[in-house]
């Protein structure tokens, strides 16, 4: 009897133990489910706030760059990528506007230099035309105030496209039959629509509508799954450490000038801004450089002389920011950079067949 009921015990016993543990099993899964909600929630929350201070550092990136002076007309657009890509403009008609800012690869050529007439090079790098509309003004040095007046000067620069004059490029437009009706359409009720300048507004116009949204603009518009963790970190790391003193807004720098070696000098024979200015304190100056595709358009500064990012990377945190940045910090802060690559339309920037040329067309000339 005693046997029997001390198997009972045990049996009750093992009963009560077993419960006990099937309900401390699930208070552990409850436990660990909370605290997975509550880190998740914790990482949501993080997510939406750093988009809403990107949002408000960076802001939004329009679809369209025209402005009211200047309107991207689908004629207008028509005519400016056709010009874009006429390597007749050029003295050996050999060279377009696609040379060195390749639309395929992402407005650049790679090069540390571009190649002109009869392969010479100047002494500065080609910037990526994507996005720049809307900088401060065109070129390294701001020479230019706009993509319209930025567009007129290569096609006359004895290293670059080497034309020899406004006329002579006017010329060569106007033997080309294909070309009228499209400068008529472009400015219409112009009695000679045909003009230097206007070449130069058209080429504007198509240059206006190179805009390249990527995962950072859907992140900063509530996609937050748009960045990855370690993008986000980089973004974090990169507001943090101080690049957005000068990398802010849509284009996310191109809106100020600014000196190279701030901080800590830089040694680089060309003044920069003091070309244009004259002013002493414009030399070493330089438009800070937008960072939309930045990980495709190197290599890097003015004159291309640095070919990898992460070395970009700390020579900006060593000179103008005066910090040597860590390996970690700079590979978080790439990892982002990496985010800012955005795709272009491409129903835009498809190369157009060449425009027959006519009978009195110049003939290229290699001198």
Known sequence: MATVNLLGAMRMGASVLGASASIMSVL?????????????????DSATALAEQSRSIFGVLPADMATS?????????KLGRQLFFDPRLSKNHDISCNSCHQLDNFGVDGQATSPGHRGQRGDRSSPSVYNAALHTAQFWDGRAADVEEQAKGPVLNPIEMAMPSQKAVLTVIQSIPGYRPLFANAFPGESQPI???????????????????????????????????QQQEGLRTFIEVGCITCHYGPTV?????????????????????????????????????????????GPYLHNGSVEQLDDMV????????????????????????????????????????LLPSGPDTPAPDPS
């Open 28 to 44: 552990g899964i409850l436990v660990a489910t909370s605290m997975t909600v509550v880190a998740t929630a914790s990482a949501e």
């Open 69 to 77: 002076d200047r309107p991207t007309t689908e004629a207008r657009v």
């Open 195 to 229: 003009t230097y300048d206007n070449m130069g507004i058209a080429i504007g116009a198509f240059e206006r509508k190179l805009v390249t949204p990527g995962r950072f603009d859907r992140f900063m518009s509530g996609d937050l799954d748009a960045l990855t963790t």
């Open 253 to 297: 720098g191109g809106l100020t000038y600014q000196k190279l070696g701030l901080i800590k000098a830089y040694e680089s024979e060309d003044p920069g801004r003091f070309k244009v200015t004259g002013n002493e304190s414009d030399r070493s100056v330089w438009k800070v450089p937008s960072l939309r595709n930045i990980a495709k358009t």
């Open 314 to 353: 700390a020579i900006m945190g060593r000179h103008q920011l005066g910090m040597e940045l860590s390996p970690t910090q700079v590979k978080s802060i790439v990892t982002f950079l990496n985010a800012l690559t955005g795709e272009a339309d491409v129903a835009i920037t498809q190369e157009p067949a």
